[in-house]
């Protein structure tokens, strides 16, 4: 939430810089939360102990979500700086802004509901308005820019 909250005006802030591993060294292999479905490696096994990924996703957090499980079934994720991959990111959400910010909402929320169980379930109603905000502002800061762009053009 503090990522999220913070990252679009605060780049730098402790939460995003622990999200992002901003301090991690890029070339040392180590074990992470989560990878980027874009450059993913599965062993098999593992990907069909949990479900494989969740098709309910439709852009956005499946890739966190894959990895989470895999954490909960007891697999390790790994990054390995040995590898590369060219991802040519962003060129849906340059097409579409406002539906790929709602989808990025909506998957955090479908993320949540799995992810908030038992007594953490409580905390849903306070999750639900916390990305119905985040959402609208970062949709208010989205036509901000655009519009400040385009005067630049002008």
Same mark, same amino acid.
Request: aromatic residues 12%; charged residues 25%; contains cysteine.
């Given at each position: 939430?503090?990522?999220?909250?913070?990252?679009?005006?605060?780049?730098? =802030?402790?939460?995003?810089?622990? +999200?992002?591993?901003? =301090?991690?060294?890029?070339?040392?292999?180590?074990?992470?939360?989560?990878?980027?479905?874009? &450059? $993913?490696?599965?062993?098999?096994? @593992?990907?069909?102990?949990?479900?494989?990924?969740?098709? %309910?996703?439709?852009?956005?957090?499946?890739?966190?979500?894959?990895?989470?499980?895999?954490?909960?079934?007891?697999?390790?994720?790994?990054?390995?700086?040995?590898?590369?991959?060219?991802?040519?990111?962003?060129?849906?959400?340059?097409?579409?802004? +406002?539906?790929?910010?709602?989808?990025?909402?909506?998957?955090?929320?479908?993320? &949540?509901?799995?992810?908030?169980?038992?007594?953490?379930?409580?905390?849903?109603? $306070?999750? @639900?308005? +916390?990305?119905?905000? %985040?959402? &609208?502002? @970062?949709?208010?800061?989205? &036509?901000?820019?655009?519009?400040?762009?385009?005067?630049?053009?002008?």
């Amino acid at each position: 939430m503090g990522h999220g909250a913070l990252g679009l005006w605060w780049p730098t =802030n402790p939460f995003t810089v622990r +999200y992002r591993e901003l =301090n991690a060294d890029p070339t040392a292999p180590r074990l992470v939360d989560w990878l980027s479905g874009s &450059a $993913i490696w599965l062993r098999r096994t @593992a990907l069909d102990e949990v479900g494989g990924w969740d098709e %309910r996703y439709f852009m956005y957090m499946e890739d966190l979500d894959l990895c989470w499980r895999l954490d909960r079934a007891g697999w390790a994720v790994a990054y390995e700086p040995g590898g590369s991959v060219e991802h040519v990111q962003g060129a849906m959400t340059r097409r579409h802004p +406002y539906r790929m910010l709602l989808e990025h909402h909506r998957s955090a929320w479908r993320f &949540a509901r799995r992810r908030f169980t038992g007594a953490r379930a409580a905390l849903l109603p $306070i999750a @639900a308005v +916390y990305l119905w905000l %985040r959402g &609208a502002m @970062a949709m208010l800061e989205h &036509a901000w820019r655009a519009s400040h762009a385009g005067r630049a053009r002008d």
